[in-house]
Each structure stands twice: as C-alpha cells, then as structure tokens.
C-alpha cells in the first residue's frame, strides 16, 4: 500500500491530540506509533521519520521533552546537536595559566548539553506543557 509523507501542519495536529489524551509518552517510538494511527484514515495512509517527529515535536510551545542519554567516546568532537541538528555553542574557562578550555557543549534551541565525557542521547520523554494561570 503507497503512502504520503505528512505535512508539518498535519503533524502538529496529530501531536497536539495525543499529547492531550497522554499526557506523557515515554519513548520516542511510542509516539511516532501514535501519531501515525492518529494521521492514517481509510483512504491514504501517512508516514513521518522518528527525527522529524522529534525536531517538530521540539519547536511547538506545548510539548517539553526530557533527554536521557549514556556515555560516548570523549575523544570525539561534537559540532552538531545530535538531538536538533542546530550548532553547538562552546562554553570555556580560564585556566590558571590565561588559556583557555572547552569545558561543555551546549545547544541553545533544545537545551542537550554535553561535557567531558560525551553525552548519547538514548530515549526522550514527551510531557504536555503545563498551562500558566
């Protein structure tokens, strides 16, 4: 059976109505299920990638995520957030000496950070943002 990529807007929709009747979805995989028996009707059926979901999920207002994640190689250099893909802003110190060292890397759009010992995003939880009074 062929399908159709979705639309941002018909993603936004979808995560909008699951999110709601959720609350919480505890994995990344869970909600691309639900948001996929969410968008398919009888006629068309839709699909999205996990990491799409993920950046589209990031930007809306409604949803906040919890990153949790497992030990990398240090060794290896990071420029790009391996959550949003958006680049990653160094934060350094002053040594003793005047010079200066990287002491984290950190996304401004996402909040990933990672320090020393490199941080592998592993899962994400989905949370319904709580409304201010």
């Known amino acids: 059976m062929p399908y159709r990529i979705a639309s941002d807007e018909q993603i936004k929709k979808s995560l909008k109505k699951v999110i709601t009747k959720c609350?919480?979805?505890?994995?990344?995989?869970?909600?691309?299920?639900?948001i996929l028996r969410e968008l398919s009707n009888k006629k068309e059926k839709f699909t999205v990638s996990k990491a799409r979901l993920r950046?589209?999920?990031i930007n809306t207002n409604f949803i906040r995520f919890e990153i949790h994640s497992r030990e990398?190689?240090?060794?290896?250099?990071?420029?790009?957030?391996?959550?949003?893909?958006?680049?990653?802003k160094r934060v350094k110190n002053l040594t003793i000496w005047g010079g200066e060292v990287t002491i984290e890397f950190k996304?401004?759009?996402?909040?990933y950070?990672?320090?020393?010992?490199?941080?592998?995003?592993?899962?994400?939880?989905f949370h319904l943002k709580k409304r201010k009074k």
């Open 23 to 34: 609350r919480t979805v505890h994995s990344q995989s869970k909600l691309r299920s639900l």
């Open 55 to 57: 950046k589209i999920a």
């Open 72 to 88: 990398g190689d240090p060794r290896k250099t990071m420029n790009k957030c391996p959550v949003c893909s958006s680049n990653l």
């Open 107 to 111: 996304c401004s759009k996402c909040g």
């Open 113 to 125: 950070w990672t320090g020393k010992k490199k941080r592998i995003p592993t899962r994400y939880d």
